[in-house]
């Protein structure tokens, strides 16, 4: 966001970021920004077998960050 509260459209000239998963729902957790003016959001995935963490990491001007697990997503089980 900007300082007067509207969407930031340097932040993938939008303002916001969205990220689809296969087969899967995602419900956003937390976001943390990252040194370097990135950003990390931890994220429950639902409808994967097993139900799985997603970790997501975006450049600050709202790409994902390819440095982070090669692309941007890293996703960990959490049961089966």
């Known amino acids: 966001f900007q300082a007067n509260g509207q969407l930031d459209p340097t932040f993938n000239g939008n303002g916001y970021a969205t990220l689809a998963l296969p087969d899967a729902g ?3 957790r937390k ?3 990252v040194p ?3 950003i990390a959001v931890v994220a429950n995935v639902f409808g994967a077998i097993p139900e799985n ?5 975006f450049t600050a001007t709202g790409q994902l960050d390819t ?3 090669s692309d941007g997503i890293a996703l960990h089980a959490v049961n089966g």
Do not use: K
């Not at 963490?53 to 990491?57: E, F, K, L, P, R």
């Open 26 to 28: 995602v419900y956003g």
């Open 31 to 33: 976001v943390a920004l």
């Open 53 to 57: 963490i997603a970790v997501v990491q």
């Open 67 to 69: 440095s982070f697990d």
């Open 36 to 38: 370097g003016g990135r």
